[in-house]
Structures are given as C-alpha cells and as structure tokens.
C-alpha cells in the first residue's frame, strides 16, 4: 500500500506571495491533518480535515487555510507569505473514526523556503 | 503545550535496550500516550500507543505505570537506524473528534556503535 504522498518535496516563493500544498493520503484513509514544524516553535497542529469538513484547528492564522475534495485528498493554502511562513509542512492521514486511539501516518512533507 | 516531559537527549549501546522515560502527571483517564519518532528532515513515524495497559509490537514495547502518569517506551535491541528524535504525546478527543498531536521537544536519542 502507497503512503502518505505530499508535493511538491521542495519549493521557493518570495514574502507576499501565496502558496497550496498537495497531499495524498494512504488509500482507505479519509482525513488528513497538516501540520507545521520550524527549529523555533517545533511540530505544531494546523487543522484536520474529514469528509471535506475541517473538524479540528490548531492555534494558526487565516492566512493558513486548507480543503479536502471527495476522494479525500487534500491541499492546504498559505496567503500573503512571510519569513517565518518557511518551513516543514507535513500531512498525516489516518482512517477518520475520530477516536483518539487513532493512529496518524505522516508524509515526508513539503520544505518551504520564504525569501 | 505539551502534556509530556522528556529527557532532552540519551545515549545507547547498540545491540542495547533503549529505554526513553517520558512523564505525563496531568494526563486525563480516556487520554493516549504515543510515541513517534523522527529522523532528521523525515515525517514522524509512528511506533506504538497505549492507553493503561502495557503495549508490544515489532518495533517496541510500551510500560505505562499504574497511576498512569508516567511510560517507558523500549526499544529491545537499538541499533545505529534508531537513532532518532523520540516523541512521547498524550492525546484526547474534545468536541469535533480526536485533538491534533501535541508534540513536545522530545528526547534526542543517539545510538553509540
């Protein structure tokens, strides 16, 4: 079974610029959840997506936004791109029952480079 | 915040057990404890959860004490591939479903040839 698949693996965009990121959960498995991860702050929670419906959040602002389309994959959009915008973005799929004993498979993400 | 302290670093013995403490004092009865870990520029990878009794897989084994406020994730037989950074994470479930994973600094284990 294919993972979690997320592109692009590398990119560069300049302060005001928006960006979308792709991912591709694990076949079967309906949500998604992004996440960010920078030397500063670490791994932190941006939101989770079911079924189309964003159904968890984490701390992060507008800017942040994300979508999830009926065969489950999901992009996830950065507008008006600043400096500490640059990071690892990493997408995690898991079946979507909502239970907490769920376990999340992660993608090897996206490294976002803002100059 | 994270709900967990971890050592921020440890050494092993290759061929050794690895044995990586985490505390967890305020975790909630119907909360998890996980355990991921990361190699360097790689998604996290997930090895083993638990919620009160003890947990083994092929990669580990998990020790959650009584009290539940503390675990003990074991690697039986490290080698130089597992050295890595550990996660230990507690997580719930609030109204809209399971919380997003709360990751912590976690423990920098390294694994001595």
């Known amino acids: 079974k294919a993972g979690v698949t997320q592109t692009p693996r590398y990119l560069i965009k300049t302060r005001g610029q928006q960006v979308t990121l792709s991912c591709s959960p694990i076949s079967g498995h309906r949500s998604v959840s992004w996440y960010q991860q920078t030397p500063g702050q670490g791994l932190q929670f941006l939101f989770e997506y079911f079924s189309e419906t964003q159904r968890n959040k984490g701390n992060f602002p507008g800017r942040f936004s994300g979508r999830q389309f009926s065969n489950s994959r999901s992009e996830m959009n950065v507008s008006t791109l600043e400096l500490g915008d640059s990071a690892l973005y990493l997408c995690?799929?898991?079946?979507?029952?909502?239970?907490?004993?769920?376990?999340?498979?992660f993608g090897s993400g996206t490294q976002l480079s803002v100059l | 915040d994270a709900k967990t302290t971890q050592p921020p670093s440890m050494d092993c013995a290759e061929g050794r057990a690895a044995n990586l403490p985490c505390n967890h004092s305020t975790i909630s009865g119907n909360e998890y404890v996980y355990w991921y870990r990361q190699i360097h520029s790689q998604g996290p990878q997930y090895i083993i959860h638990g919620l009160k009794n003890n947990e083994t897989n092929e990669m580990a084994s998990l020790i959650i004490t009584e009290d539940r406020k503390s675990s003990t994730l074991i690697l039986p037989h490290a080698t130089l591939r597992d050295t890595a950074v550990y996660y230990c994470?507690?997580?719930?479930?609030?109204?809209?479903?399971?919380?997003?994973?709360?990751f912590g600094k976690g423990t920098h284990l390294i694994i001595q040839p």
């Open positions: 995690a799929s898991s079946l979507g029952t909502g239970y907490a004993n769920e376990k999340l498979f």
């Open positions: 994470i507690v997580r719930g479930f609030s109204g809209g479903g399971a919380d997003g994973l709360t």
